[in-house]
């Protein structure tokens, strides 16, 4: 019975558990290029995160275009990801100002990019980048 509820839940949620795992990885090409040019080339944290971010946006749109929303790679789709992305964007500078206006260590801003932005994210490409129109159901359904 356990095993059926999971099985229900995992296959409720796959797109999502996709998408997270994608993000995962972006998370760590985003987080490693921050850490890399600030610890490496003392660049300012907001600069290292806007230049991480274009990173991994493009490894991300790639990724999730062919995996997780089983959608071919185009220029005009990755103009509307790129443009919904520029909302994650400014959260992502936002938080990161944030953590520099009150002299917080830009790990701990970074740790709140990572929790806060993925979710905001996977609603904006679901519902606007990646949205396909539901099927026509007949009322015998």
Request: proline share 3%; charged share 10%; aromatic share 16%.
């Amino acid at each position: 019975m356990m095993d059926n509820w999971i099985a229900r839940t995992l296959r409720k949620y796959r797109k999502f558990l996709i998408f997270g795992t994608i993000g995962a990885a972006n998370t760590v090409v985003h987080a490693g290029g921050v850490i890399l040019l600030v610890e490496l080339f003392h660049a300012n944290p907001t600069v290292a995160n806007f230049c991480a971010f274009m990173v991994a946006n493009v490894s991300s749109y790639v990724l999730n275009s062919l995996i997780t929303f089983k959608a071919s790679l185009h220029v005009y789709r990755y103009v509307k990801f790129f443009f919904s992305s520029l909302f994650t964007l400014g959260m992502t500078l936002t938080i990161s100002q944030i953590g520099q206006f009150f002299n917080v260590h830009y790990l701990y801003s970074l740790a709140a990019i990572i929790v806060l932005t993925p979710v905001v994210s996977f609603l904006i490409l679901n519902k606007f980048v990646f949205n396909k129109p539901a099927p026509i159901r007949s009322e015998a359904e």
